[in-house]
């Protein structure tokens, strides 16, 4: 059984987990899917991608930026069947540029070359979060790799 | 329009000396002609012979002719005259810089007296100059002959060209076209003289000499459409092609003279001479705010070009583990390295970033998709708003169109200590940055005891990893603070107590309600007396007793500082003002949740940083994200919060008996991050437990505080949460600060934690 305490200001209350069984009551406000001041997951509400996004780590920012915005900008409009079969000029060239700079995007690791360096580079606070956002991603997930797009690359819902 | 009235008033003088002249012929042919009606009336009204009235009237009507002919036709060939003259003086002080000093002068140029409203000119060039310049222009009355000749200097300014009298520093270009206006007639004159420099700099290679030809292509065609404009009854297309040539000459020196002392290239540490004149994104202060505005920046603006100044020697890198990890690390060259690891086995650097992700800064201006430069080493003493440029310790001038101020803050010190003497100085640390560590990393090797003054998280943090270590070492550590117990301001006192408990074990040795009165070095050690008469005697104090807010710029920069929590005055979108934003420590900002506050934790600087960013690139939007903080103090407590924390406010704490499951170690064991909080962020650095270290804590007592939730509430909103070893669970609680409602029962808000989970 719970059982509470007071000291001074501060309450103190001792909950077993039956206590916590019952769902809880507690009222929240519903989320606005719109509201301008939210982040956003990976992918903004009119389709376009967050390039501010932290799961992005830093590579949209680096100096193989401009690569892979294209590439996955390329993928992300693409309609092919085979989605992104037409962008592999663009995933070339940004292979090519991160090759360049292995201390950056290290070579070793094929998927998530930024989880290495930029990762954890600048803990955001991210956009993910509440309930009714979408999953916008553990950072392995919806950065593509240097070497493929790869499906799970594609924007959760959106 | 300032266009216009720039070149107007370049061609002033000009207009002035050919409309006087034409004034005076006029003003006699109008006079003759007033004596004219004169004559004759009295002609008429004399009622003289007609006939000699008429002959009269002819030949008064043709001298009149003659006259006004004469006068139209001197001020025409004048007016002729007058540019070709003023290009042979322009070639002849063109021929001058031959002799002038080299560029530094030039450099230093950034023009003090320059650049009202340089900001749109000099930038144009920067960014994706010639399509904004092109636009620029048409808006006014727009020249067509006048662009053509204008893309020829740009085409070939590229090519150091000496005959083309470009700029090189477009700022220079443009400002003299601003100048104008400001300083009025003076200006061609002084721009004249100034010619002298530039065209002595283009035949030399300059970095930013790619930059003139879009500077000169701004400048040369604001100039022809600024002319058509303000002179319309001399021929635009006439003047506009020689104006052109001349007006961008002329703006080119402007800078020349104008700093005539700024010392050539004041020795530099980091980088030679002149790096950079111009940033388009400026960002003073090189912590974490500056990287994650750089970032956002970065993702937002393609190609944009970043400047990061900093007074540190490193590249910016992240605080947390200077107090957590490092000191966990088996590495015992970790001092150097800065690596640590995180649960999930991999490595990292402290640093955001290696050095290959940075452009030089020389490199910055033509790096073909823009970068983020750091000029490490650098001090900025000075910020010119109204000329938006600031000035460096050095003496070097950086002009910008955004600003950042993210300066951070500097340690506190005790008075006390400052009072004590050289002898206790060199035996205190104020821990803040690498060299913090470091040193204090060396001299925990050499001591026998180390006393820490302070008992919040810093404090209360690095007197864990030193007790921690205190068996190895053979240190004695000890802690002392004011308050009652570690996180007093923090946590209520319940817990605060628990947490020393904690603190205890890990081999500390805690003294509370501590107040220092006195410091002296006496027998080869640092002796402190205590108000209550104690007296503790150690080697070597850390002095962990809060962060001073870096508000040096504020006096010149005119920037608000708040005189309840310290920092630059912004507003819900961190700005101080227009083109200034201010993010990290140094920030007190309002939040529309919760009020005007400053915030020093690192996920809050991360998140300052990065809407800072997204504002400077033209996003708009308030502070709304709350940021969040941690602590770990040992394995057995670690938790995290969100939103104002404050021990003083009232609380209620739920919590359930812990388990051996429910600490940070086993918390992030389980969810294979080995990173308590990366599911929250796309990584953070946590503390690394060195599990072999320390016994598996028994937590089987009455009043066990294992983990929970607690709530602080003011007028009964919810406006804090700390999750007490309860993690993954930031977004329930950033979700309840944000609605901001009042709950009759927090129990029933506990339940929504699901705190008896893992």
């Given at each position: 059984m719970s059982y509470c305490r007071q000291e001074g200001k501060d309450k103190i209350i001792f909950v077993t987990k039956e206590d916590h069984e019952a769902p809880s009551n507690a009222e929240l406000v519903a989320d606005d899917p719109n509201d301008p001041y939210e982040d956003h997951g990976l992918i903004l509400p009119n389709g376009d991608i967050n390039w501010n996004c932290p799961c992005l780590g830093g590579m949209a920012s680096g100096p193989c930026g401009q690569q892979f915005k294209e590439a996955f900008s390329c993928f992300h409009y693409s309609k092919e069947e085979v989605k992104g079969s037409e962008c592999v000029e663009n995933f070339r060239n940004m292979q090519e540029c991160m090759q360049r700079y292995p201390e950056l995007y290290p070579q070793d690791d094929d998927n998530e070359p930024s989880k290495e360096t930029d990762d954890a580079a600048a803990p955001t606070a991210t956009d993910e979060t509440a309930p009714t956002n979408e999953k916008d991603s553990g950072p392995a997930e919806s950065s593509p790799t240097s070497e493929e797009p790869t499906p799970t690359a594609s924007p959760p819902k959106s | 329009m300032l266009k216009c009235r720039t070149v107007w008033k370049k061609l002033a003088p000009l207009a002035r000396n050919s409309s006087t002249l034409c004034h005076q012929n006029a003003k006699r042919a109008v006079l003759r002609n007033e004596k004219r009606p004169g004559l004759l009336q009295r002609a008429q009204m004399s009622a003289g012979p007609s006939g000699g009235g008429g002959t009269d009237n002819t030949l008064y009507y043709v001298l009149v002719g003659a006259t006004c002919l004469g006068g139209a036709v001197y001020a025409y060939s004048t007016l002729r005259g007058d540019k070709q003259r003023y290009q042979d003086r322009i070639s002849e002080i063109a021929s001058r810089p031959n002799k002038a000093t080299q560029e530094q002068t030039e450099i230093q140029t950034a023009a003090p007296e320059a650049t009202k409203e340089l900001a749109e000119e000099a930038s144009e060039p920067q960014s994706v100059a010639d399509e904004e310049s092109v636009p620029s222009t048409p808006s006014e009355e727009p020249s067509p002959s006048a662009e053509p000749p204008a893309e020829l200097p740009s085409e070939s300014a590229p090519e150091p060209s000496a005959e083309e009298k470009t700029s090189e520093e477009p700022l220079v270009t443009s400002e003299p076209i601003q100048e104008t206006p400001v300083e009025g007639p003076t200006e061609p004159s002084a721009s004249l003289a100034e010619t002298t420099e530039p065209p002595l700099e283009t035949p030399t290679p300059e970095p930013s000499e790619p930059f003139s030809s879009p500077a000169v292509v701004e400048s040369a065609e604001a100039i022809p459409v600024a002319v058509a404009e303000s002179t319309p009854e001399v021929s635009a297309e006439q003047i506009a092609p020689p104006v052109a040539e001349s007006a961008s000459a002329a703006p080119t020196p402007a800078a020349a003279p104008v700093t005539p002392t700024p010392a050539p290239a004041a020795p530099t540490e980091s980088t030679p001479a002149p790096?950079?004149?111009?940033?388009?994104?400026?960002?003073?202060?090189?912590?974490?705010?500056?990287?994650?505005?750089?970032?956002?920046?970065?993702?937002?603006?393609?190609?944009?070009?970043?400047?990061?100044?900093?007074?540190?020697?490193?590249?910016?890198?992240?605080?947390?583990?200077?107090?957590?990890?490092?000191?966990?690390?088996?590495?015992?060259?970790?001092?150097?390295?800065l690596r640590f690891k995180q649960w999930n086995g991999k490595e990292r650097s402290i640093y955001f970033q290696p050095p290959s992700f940075y452009v030089d800064p020389t490199e910055l201006a033509k790096v073909e998709n823009g970068g983020v430069a750091v000029l490490t080493g650098r001090k900025v003493v000075h910020m010119d708003v109204r000329g938006n440029k600031v000035r460096l310790q050095d003496g070097a001038e950086i002009s910008y169109d955004k600003c950042l101020i993210a300066t951070g803050g500097v340690p506190r010190n005790l008075q006390v200590i400052e009072r004590a003497g050289d002898e206790v100085m060199q035996r205190t640390t104020l821990f803040r940055k690498i060299e913090d560590f470091k040193s204090l990393g060396k001299v925990s090797r050499e001591i026998k005891s180390v006393t820490i003054v302070g008992g919040g998280f810093l404090g209360s943090e690095l007197a864990c990893a030193l007790g921690r270590r205190s068996a190895d070492l053979d240190l004695e550590v000890i802690q002392m603070y004011p308050e009652k117990g570690n996180m007093g301001k923090v946590l209520p006192e319940y817990l605060s107590n628990w947490t020393t408990a904690k603190v205890r074990k890990e081999g500390v040795r805690v003294i509370t309600d501590?107040?220092?009165?006195?410091?002296?070095?006496?027998?080869?050690?640092?002796?402190?007396?205590?108000?209550?008469?104690?007296?503790?005697?150690?080697?070597?104090?850390?002095?962990?007793?809060?962060?001073?807010?870096?508000?040096?710029?504020?006096?010149?920069?005119?920037?608000?500082?708040?005189?309840d929590f310290g920092g630059y005055r912004v507003n819900a979108e961190l700005q101080a003002r227009s083109n200034i934003w201010v993010a990290g420590d140094a920030a007190c900002f309002y939040d529309i949740k919760l009020g005007r506050r400053r915030v020093e934790h690192h996920d809050h600087a991360v998140v300052s940083g990065r809407l800072a960013g997204e504002n400077m690139t033209g996003a708009n939007k308030p502070y709304w994200h709350q940021s969040m903080f941690w602590s770990d103090l040992g394995p057995d407590v670690g938790y995290e919060a969100i939103g104002i924390v404050d021990s003083s406010l009232p609380t209620v704490g739920v919590f359930a008996k812990a388990t051996a499951k429910d600490t940070p170690k086993a918390a992030a064991e389980k969810s294979g991050t080995g990173i308590r909080s990366e599911s929250e962020t796309e990584a953070v650095a946590v503390s690394v437990k060195a599990g072999t270290a320390t016994p598996p804590s028994p937590t089987h007592q009455t009043d066990d505080y294992g983990k929970g939730v607690i709530f602080y509430l003011r007028d009964k909103v919810v406006v804090g949460v700390v999750l007490w070893n309860v993690f993954n669970r930031m977004p329930i609680a950033r979700k309840i600060i944000k609605d901001g409602e009042e709950h009759a029962d927090l129990n029933e808000v506990a339940k929504l934690f699901n705190i008896h989970e893992d």
């Open positions: - | 790096v950079l004149e111009h940033a388009p994104y400026l960002l003073i202060g090189g912590g974490t705010a500056s990287f994650a505005a750089a970032r956002s920046i970065r993702a937002r603006d393609p190609g944009a070009r970043v400047l990061i100044i900093t007074d540190e020697p490193d590249l910016p890198y992240m605080r947390p583990p200077l107090s957590k990890e490092l000191w966990f690390s088996d590495d015992p060259e970790v001092t150097e390295s501590a107040v220092v009165k006195n410091v002296s070095f006496k027998n080869g050690k640092v002796e402190i007396k205590l108000k209550d008469g104690r007296t503790v005697k150690t080697d070597h104090i850390v002095a962990a007793v809060g962060l001073e807010p870096s508000v040096e710029l504020a006096k010149s920069a005119g920037l608000e500082v708040d005189s």
